[in-house]
Nanobody, 118 residues
């Protein structure tokens, strides 16, 4: 059974740090793993992504503060978040993408709340 499970959310003061972790099970040859977030009243947005080869991309708003890392063997992806700001408050979702030919399979976690107080 495919599962994508996040952990590590919580409440932190502005300027603090949190580390999110995600494990994707029963998914083989995951091409891209990433983190998205959705704040109340806003659309879900990409925070950071990483390919199986280690290439990364970040939203402009988190560059220099967040770092994504991945363990291909374990199908895990982490997001280290430093210098957190109140505007980083959102539900964070882990995403795993598997591309098979022309078909793209998207798998999502249930989300973990991150709240940054001012």
């Amino acid at each position: 059974q495919v599962q994508v499970v996040e952990s590590g959310g919580g409440l932190v003061q502005a300027g603090g740090s949190l580390r999110l972790s995600c494990a994707a099970s029963a998914i083989f040859n995951v091409n891209v793993m990433g983190w998205y977030r959705q704040a109340p009243g806003k659309e879900r947005e990409l925070v950071a992504g990483i390919t199986s080869g280690g290439s990364t991309n970040y939203a402009d708003s988190v560059k220099g503060r967040f770092t994504i890392s991945r363990d291909n063997a374990k199908n895990t992806v982490d997001l280290q978040m430093n210098s957190l700001k109140p505007e980083d408050t959102a539900v964070y979702y882990c995403n795993a993408v598997r591309v098979l030919g022309s078909i793209k399979y998207n798998y999502w976690g249930q989300g973990t709340q991150v709240t940054v107080s001012s």
